[in-house]
């Protein structure tokens, strides 16, 4: 996995993104990536509930599903033009012929990708189409900072204080995941698609093991960041 520049709109906030599918495993995916980002995200799964969170988050890009359960995707991005007239949309859909992808892009859609999708393909059409609009910037310090505890992403390196903790390429990607999203628990699944990218089945413990790792590093002899919520997942937060 490779460091990319990190997007937030141009007053410094998170990007915001709402992802509209009604399948929910797909769109808690999509919606994991983005907060992966840093982008605020929130998903809807059907046309009530999107225009209801279109409202409220006034999103930067919206990722929408041709297919609704009480609309159809071309009409709900005419309901979600007539707030945000400017705001870039993502079709996502299992149908791919031309004639589709035409009607997509009339009914006033940016990008068009179908089903099965790629992930990093998502969030690249999505970083491309936000940089077009005007309202991002790329953040300039490449420093994550929680607590005591800061991360280089350009330099790879580590210091909890003054003291530099040296890492092997999993460790860091792993922390760099807990510090981009610091306080929210993170649940092993979660972790093993962004950090491993795929599913470990059975072996979800290497979860279990490099948090272990991380913690004999980051931790140890100083009050501890790194938290297991029984049941839940992982959560990174400043010390006590």
Known sequence: MTATDTLVRSDGSPLRALVVDDEPQLADLVSMALRYEGWQVRSAGDGAAAVKAAHELRPDVVVLDVMLP?????T???????????????FLTAKDSVEDRVAGIRAGGDDYVTKPFSLEEVIARLRGLVRRTGVVARREDPRLVVGDLTMDEEAHEVFRGQDEVVLTATEFELLRLFMRNPRKVLSKAHILDRVWNYDFGGQANVVELYVSYLRKKVDAGRSPMIHTVRGVGYVLKPAA
């Open 70 to 74: 009480d609309v159809d995707g071309l």
């Open 76 to 90: 709900l991005l005419r309901r979600l033009r007539e707030e945000a007239p400017d705001v870039p949309v993502l």
